[in-house]
């Protein structure tokens, strides 16, 4: 059984910081790359961080410097460091397997947390 919590979310003003966590279970997540993702009304999900198994990490570069992606596999848990948050960083936030190894057909994921940047 797949379970994805995501945590974490609220309103900040621009230039503030959040902390958002992740807990999964199932065995589809062990030894697996992760990634966060986000979603803004009207607009597909599109990745914002990955994470490898052997600890190297990826960004968009909208995030590149301000984003830090980390896990702790001891908790089954996943976080997402957001520095210097921007307007345009207000969206629903997931995080999941990667996408690149996605089993056919694939489509858990949990509820999000919604981030809101005022300017």
């Known amino acids: 059984q797949v379970q994805l919590v995501e945590s974490g979310g609220g309103l900040v003003q621009a230039g503030g910081s959040l902390r958002l966590s992740c807990t999964f279970s199932?065995?589809?997540?062990?030894?697996?790359?992760m990634a966060w993702f986000r979603q803004v009304p009207g607009k597909q999900r599109e990745v914002v961080a990955t994470l490898t198994v052997r600890g190297d990490t990826d960004y968009t570069d909208d995030v590149k410097g301000r984003f830090t992606i980390s896990r702790d596999n001891a908790k089954n848990a996943m976080y997402l460091q957001m520095n210097s948050l921007k307007s345009e960083d207000t969206a629903v936030y997931y995080c999941n397997l990667y996408p690149g190894i996605w089993p056919v057909r694939y489509d858990s994921w949990g509820q999000g947390t919604q981030v809101t940047v005022s300017s």
């Open positions: 199932g065995s589809i997540f062990t030894d697996a790359p």
